[in-house]
């Protein structure tokens, strides 16, 4: 692999290098332009960074809907947030330089650094903004770019240069699909080993409709132009379960299928829980419990997983509308007046398996009337210390709470160890719907700049940028925590399965949770009816809701020329850019209260409330010296005035070619500070 890299680099080389020193050799006019990794325009200055150039045909004649795809498909570029994300997913479409995080890699939009792109984590841009149908070039800078950009640009910069100069109209149509013959026969037989769904033999899915419109034109004899542009995307989702590869999870390589613990029939465990609490087996030939239902009775798990392969996204379904314009107008001579405005609207569905207890039930009361015998005498009746007697029945609340007060006093006094099983509920809850994640995302852009020739020499560039950032999330179909807890704290009364919190009053709306019948073959392991009904889901399985926005304001200028300064022999002056940046950005995250508390079963605990704000101050400059022919020189230097103090950036580079195509480039880079990961910090330290 090595040495297929050095050749592909080498070839590489031999194939631009004609092209530059003939470009330097014919005395043609040159034109002089920005290109990311410097703001120098001196044609006799050579960037010494590492930059490589995507033409916006290539993406377009690639036929992908969607310019992600085509960049992750370049060794620099490490998959980052996509349509493809399901679990994790942040409803972005992000881009990773060098694998070091979307965060680290700054994102531009005709040379302006584009807005983060959610407020669900980090400051990433979301590429969902880009309209491709415009696209003229992607330049990808591989080398840390601190001191010309700041201190985001640690893995490098991703600048998506527009045709601004567009003219006249254009429609584009895409329409694209997966087909695949599913005909692994050793994949298809593991799968039939394990009683699984095997895939469909012959599958058509994940279609994209992509309607692109742009127009663009002079206004005013020439002195102004417009472009517009108009997206709509609509992608339809693919599930994992379509496909052979994907039809189980694969654990082993290919040999075999593994899956989760937690089952569609009700699983108990202890894991170590009787001995830790003190409790002694009547029977001592048993040594464990890993139970699940079968029929009315525990019987031994014996390794049975669920296979959380097939209802996972393999792509999730998306709407999204973008829209924008840009524009510019000569104003003077020395002074050209620009403004774009853009907006990105997207809705998108990420699902996941069935959510299930995973562990969050930690006891069971033995007067649970939904135990049967048998039940009850495996994890109540087989142990000594252990109080509550099976399925009394009572003729009213009020005896059904001093029943179990009493079974609180004779704990504390030590009469009894526990009137609950110390067990561990694992059950998928197969009668409900997969977990969903609906986000809902849109971004508002918006700037305003002037630029220009002061003389021959020198130019400038000043603009102010706006951006917000609307947010949401609805997650669906997981089990609230204490819903499943309270669903199971039943008793009976007047022959009625009651839930002890509807009798105390702590929640009248309780219904009991059956996590004790069904799982014979017939029932394809799902419980009984009792806990399949729609009532119960409405009641464990609740909606909870996230919020937020962010907004980011940037006022940014630079001023780049030829000093006239020159080293004696040199093919050329010294140039100069000096500039400064200032930005604030704010962000605020809001999860609602079962988010906050970790009121959700299949969601890997609390999230917290983020929100928090800052701003910087930045000054720069870089100079490109050329020494000779073929060898210049390349400095930067970038202070960032942060309210926690000061940093300093800066870099050296040379570029040289001798026989020898020679490329050299130092550089101290700095990750600025981030709001999801400064402020979250201080909110776990205060817990």
């Given at each position: 692999?090595?040495?297929?890299?050095?050749?592909?680099l080498?070839?590489?080389?031999?194939?631009?290098?004609p092209?530059?020193?003939?470009?330097?050799?014919?005395?043609?006019?040159?034109?002089?332009?920005?290109?990311?990794?410097?703001?120098?325009?001196?044609?006799?200055?050579?960037?010494?960074?590492q930059?490589?150039?995507?033409?916006?045909?290539?993406?377009v004649?690639?036929?992908?809907?969607?310019?992600?795809?085509?960049?992750?498909?370049?060794?620099?570029?490490?998959?980052?947030?996509?349509?493809?994300?399901?679990?994790?997913?942040?409803?972005?479409?992000?881009?990773?330089?060098?694998?070091?995080?979307?965060?680290?890699?700054?994102?531009?939009?005709?040379g302006?650094?584009?807005?983060?792109?959610?407020?669900?984590?980090g400051?990433?841009?979301?590429?969902?903004?880009?309209?491709?149908?415009?696209?003229?070039?992607?330049?990808?800078?591989?080398?840390?770019?601190?001191s010309?950009y700041?201190?985001?640009?640690?893995?490098?910069?991703?600048?998506f240069?527009?045709?601004?100069?567009?003219?006249?109209?254009?429609?584009?149509?895409?329409?694209g699909?997966?087909?695949?013959?599913?005909?692994?026969?050793?994949?298809?037989?593991?799968?039939?080993?394990?009683?699984?769904?095997?895939?469909?033999?012959?599958?058509?899915?994940?279609?994209?409709?992509?309607?692109?419109?742009?127009?663009?034109?002079?206004?005013?004899?020439?002195k102004?132009?417009?472009?517009?542009?108009?997206?709509?995307?609509?992608t339809?989702?693919?599930?994992?379960?379509?496909?052979?590869?994907?039809?189980?999870?694969?654990?082993?390589?290919?040999?075999?299928?593994?899956?989760?613990?937690?089952?569609?029939?009700?699983?108990?465990?202890?894991?170590?829980g009787?001995?830790?609490?003190?409790?002694?087996?009547?029977?001592?030939?048993?040594?464990?419990?890993?139970?699940?239902?079968?029929?009315?009775?525990?019987?031994?798990?014996a390794?049975?997983?669920?296979?959380?392969?097939?209802?996972?996204?393999?792509?999730?379904?998306?709407?999204?509308i973008?829209?924008?314009?840009?524009?510019?107008?000569?104003?003077?001579?020395?002074?050209?007046?620009?403004?774009?405005?853009?907006?990105?609207?997207?809705?998108?569905?990420?699902?996941?398996?069935?959510?299930?207890?995973?562990g969050?039930?930690?006891?069971?009361?033995?007067?649970?009337?939904?135990?049967?015998?048998?039940?009850?005498?495996?994890?109540c009746?087989?142990?000594?210390?252990?109080?509550?007697?099976?399925?009394?029945?009572?003729?009213?609340?009020a005896?059904?709470?001093?029943?179990?007060?009493?079974?609180?006093?004779?704990?504390?006094n030590?009469d009894?160890?526990?009137?609950?099983?110390?067990?561990?509920?694992?059950?998928?809850?197969?009668?409900?719907?997969?977990?969903?994640?609906?986000?809902?995302?849109?971004?508002?852009?918006?700037t305003?700049?002037?630029?220009?020739?002061?003389?021959?020499?020198?130019?400038?560039?000043?603009?102010?940028?706006?951006?917000?950032?609307d947010?949401?999330?609805?997650?669906?179909?997981?089990?609230?925590?204490i819903?499943?807890?309270?669903?199971?704290?039943?008793?009976?009364?007047n022959?009625?399965?009651?839930?002890?919190?509807?009798?105390?009053?702590?929640?009248?709306?309780?219904?009991?949770?059956?996590?004790?019948?069904?799982?014979?073959?017939?029932?394809?392991?799902?419980?009984?009816?009792?806990?399949?009904?729609?009532?119960?889901?409405?009641?464990?399985?609740?909606?909870?809701?996230?919020?937020?926005?962010?907004?980011?304001k940037?006022?940014?200028?630079?001023?780049?020329?030829?000093?006239?300064?020159?080293?004696?022999?040199?093919?050329?002056?010294?140039?100069l850019?000096v500039?400064?940046?200032?930005?604030?950005?704010?962000?605020?995250?809001?999860?609602?209260?079962?988010?906050?508390?970790?009121?959700?079963?299949?969601?890997?605990g609390?999230?917290?409330?983020?929100?928090?704000?800052?701003?910087?101050?930045?000054?720069?400059?870089?100079?490109?010296?050329?020494?000779?022919d073929g060898?210049?020189?390349?400095?930067?230097?970038?202070?960032a005035?942060?309210?926690?103090?000061?940093?300093?950036?800066?870099?050296?580079?040379?570029?040289?070619?001798?026989?020898?195509?020679?490329l050299?480039?130092?550089?101290?880079?700095?990750?600025?500070m981030?709001?999801?990961l400064?402020?979250?910090?201080?909110l776990?330290?205060?817990?």
């Open positions: 692999m090595k040495n297929l890299s050095k050749l592909i080498g070839l590489f080389f031999v194939a631009t290098l092209t530059t020193l003939s470009a330097q050799a014919d005395g043609a006019d040159v034109e002089e332009v920005v290109v990311t990794g410097s703001r120098i325009t001196d044609p006799n200055i050579v960037s010494s960074s930059i490589a150039v995507v033409d916006g045909q290539d993406i004649d690639a036929g992908v809907t969607r310019v992600e795809d085509y960049l992750n498909d370049m060794p620099q570029i490490s998959p980052g947030q996509s349509i493809t994300n399901s679990n994790g997913a942040s409803g972005a479409a992000t881009v990773n330089l060098r694998n070091l995080g979307c965060g680290r890699t700054l994102v531009l939009l005709n302006r650094r584009m807005p983060p792109g959610t407020t669900s984590g400051n990433c841009a979301d590429l969902n903004t880009i309209p491709t149908l415009l696209l003229d070039r992607v330049e990808v800078l591989t080398g840390g770019a601190s010309i700041g201190s985001d640009a640690v893995a490098g910069v991703v600048n240069i527009l045709d601004d100069e567009f003219e006249g109209f254009k429609a584009s149509y895409q329409y699909f997966y087909n695949h013959e599913n005909d692994n026969s050793s994949l298809r037989a593991l799968v039939d080993s394990y009683n699984y769904e095997k895939a469909p033999s012959d599958v058509q899915t994940g279609d994209t409709n992509k309607v692109s419109l742009a127009f663009g034109g002079d206004i005013d004899g020439g102004g132009h417009i472009t517009a542009f108009f997206e709509h995307t609509d339809k989702p693919i599930l994992q379960g379509e496909f052979d590869i994907s039809a189980c999870a694969l654990s082993g390589g290919t040999s075999r299928c593994g899956g989760s613990s937690t089952i569609p029939p009700g699983r108990w465990a202890d894991f170590g009787y001995g830790a609490a003190g409790f002694v087996n009547i029977d001592p030939s048993v040594t464990g419990v890993d139970l699940k239902v079968q029929g009315n009775d525990f019987v031994p798990r390794g049975q997983t669920f296979n959380y392969n097939p209802t996972n996204f393999f792509q999730r379904p998306d709407d999204r973008n829209a924008g314009f840009f524009g510019k107008y000569t104003l003077t001579d020395n002074a050209e007046l620009y403004m774009d405005a853009t907006f990105m609207k997207s809705e998108s569905n990420a699902q996941i398996a069935f959510s299930g207890t995973f969050n039930i930690t006891s069971l009361p033995c007067y649970n009337p939904l135990l049967s015998a048998q039940q009850y005498a495996t994890i009746g087989n142990w000594t210390g252990m109080g509550g007697d099976h399925a009394p029945d009572f003729a009213s609340n005896a059904a709470l001093a029943y179990i007060s009493g079974l609180e006093i004779a704990k504390g030590g009894i160890i526990d009137y609950s099983a110390p067990l561990y509920s694992l059950k998928r809850n197969v009668e409900g719907n997969p977990r969903q994640s609906i986000f809902m995302i849109k971004q508002y852009n918006t305003i700049g002037l630029r220009g020739d002061i003389n021959d020499d020198w130019s400038y560039d000043v603009y102010y940028q706006d951006s917000t950032v947010y949401s999330n609805e997650y669906r179909n997981d089990l609230s925590v819903a499943i807890n309270r669903g199971v704290d039943v008793i009976s009364v022959g009625v399965p009651t839930c002890v919190s509807a009798i105390n009053g702590t929640d009248a709306s309780c219904i009991p949770y059956n996590l004790f019948q069904g799982g014979l073959p017939g029932d394809q392991g799902i419980q009984g009816v009792i806990d399949g009904g729609q009532a119960l889901q409405n009641y464990v399985a609740n909606a909870t809701y996230i919020h937020g926005d962010g907004k980011q940037i006022f940014s200028g630079y001023l780049t020329g030829d000093t006239g300064w020159t080293i004696p022999g040199a093919p050329g002056s010294v140039s850019v500039g400064f940046e200032t930005k604030e950005l704010d962000a605020d995250f809001r999860p609602d209260l079962p988010s906050r508390t970790g009121d959700r079963s299949g969601s890997g609390a999230t917290l409330p983020i929100a928090g704000e800052y701003d910087v101050d930045e000054y720069y400059f870089e100079m490109g010296i050329p020494v000779a060898l210049s020189v390349d400095l930067g230097y970038r202070t005035e942060y309210f926690t103090g000061m940093i300093l950036i800066h870099k050296v580079g040379y570029w040289t070619i001798n026989e020898v195509f020679l050299e480039h130092l550089s101290k880079q700095h990750k600025d981030q709001i999801f400064n402020y979250i910090q201080l776990v330290m205060a817990c």
